[in-house]
């Protein structure tokens, strides 16, 4: 039965829904989320968390469409912000496994483990190629300003401007 739900926090959903005991009218099946901080989902539901196939778009612009496990992506997805786009394997809500990130006409194509690239290719807007350890790119696929990440290294209030966000394997 497809109905319309306002949620006490102002989460708005209209789709299928069941009751669990005292819990009464939560999304389960097909249908979408309004939520009050801008976010939407639609897609499968179960218990009344996304489950199955279906699309996160998150106030800011991100959008996530692929496959979700009681919440959070897991499976194959599709990630594309405002910066970039990462395609392949998801797991807890991060890039885990294969996949292809493209990042302002850079591509890398290999593993991802929690979130951060560890082995493959990248291939350079020009069309070179490079195999090897994990780099940072800063900010613009810029080889001039290419830098090794060392193992346990945090960035200093100088190195802010960085964004580590730009990971790339070359």
């Known amino acids: ?24 009218d939560l999304p389960h099946g097909r249908g979408k989320m309004t939520y009050a901080n801008g976010n939407v989902y639609e897609g499968e539901t179960h218990h009344g968390k996304p489950h199955g196939k279906g699309k996160f778009i998150f106030s800011y612009g991100t959008v996530y469409e692929g496959d979700f496990v ?9 990630m594309t912000t405002k910066e970039s786009v990462y395609e392949g394997d998801f797991k807890d809500g991060v890039k885990h496994g294969k996949g292809t990130y493209t990042d302002n006409g850079c591509t890398f194509e290999g593993e991802f483990v929690e979130g951060k690239p560890t082995k493959g290719k990248t291939t350079y807007k020009d069309g070179a190629v490079k195999n090897g350890k994990c780099k940072v790119i800063i900010p613009y696929c810029s080889e001039i300003l290419t830098v090794e990440i060392l193992k346990d290294y945090k960035p200093t209030q100088e190195d802010e401007w960085i964004r580590l966000r730009y990971e790339i394997c070359p």
Do not use: H, P
């Open 1 to 24: 039965m497809i109905k319309k739900v306002t949620f006490a926090n102002g989460d708005v959903y209209e789709g299928e829904t069941e009751s669990f005991g005292e819990r009464v």
């Open 70 to 78: 009681k919440g959070k992506a897991n499976g194959k997805g599709k």
